[in-house]
Nanobody, 122 residues
Framework: QVQLVESGGGKVQPGGSLTLSCAAS????????MGWYRQAPGHERELVAT???????NYADSVKDRFTISRDNTKNMVYLQMNSLKLEDTAVYYC????????????????WGQGTQVTVSS
């Protein structure tokens, strides 16, 4: 079982910056992908950015070149540096964890954080 706790959300003006943090605890498998999803009112939850435990990153086109995901595997932390924030970035941001199956006896597992609100407004 993996628990995820997000922090760092808040209210910022358009063009501002914000950094989100996700602390993972529990039985963290070495081969995994962690990242961020977001959900705005009336919208489906969408991928923002993910990074594998080896450092391969994936970004949504809408945040590419503005957001940067990073990981500290020693501390079991994932970060999302958000720059040049836009009104449409307003959403609840969720940390996500999923194992990568590398053994027959391993069952794929995923976990979600409780979410942190990011509001971009003037």
């Amino acid at each position: 079982q993996v628990q995820l706790v997000e922090s760092g959300g808040g209210k910022v003006q358009p063009g501002g910056s914000l950094t989100l943090s996700c602390a993972a605890s529990g039985s963290i498998f070495s081969a995994n992908v962690m990242g961020w999803y977001r959900q705005a009112p009336g919208h489906e939850r969408e991928l923002v950015a993910t990074m594998t435990s080896r450092g391969r990153a994936n970004y949504a086109d809408s945040v590419k070149d503005r957001f940067t995901i990073s990981r500290d595997n020693t501390k079991n932390m994932v970060y999302l540096q958000m720059n040049s924030l836009k009104l449409e970035d307003t959403a609840v941001y969720y940390c996500h964890y999923k194992t990568l199956v590398v053994a027959v006896e391993q069952t794929e597992y995923q976990s979600w954080g409780q979410g942190t609100q990011v509001t971009v407004s003037s």
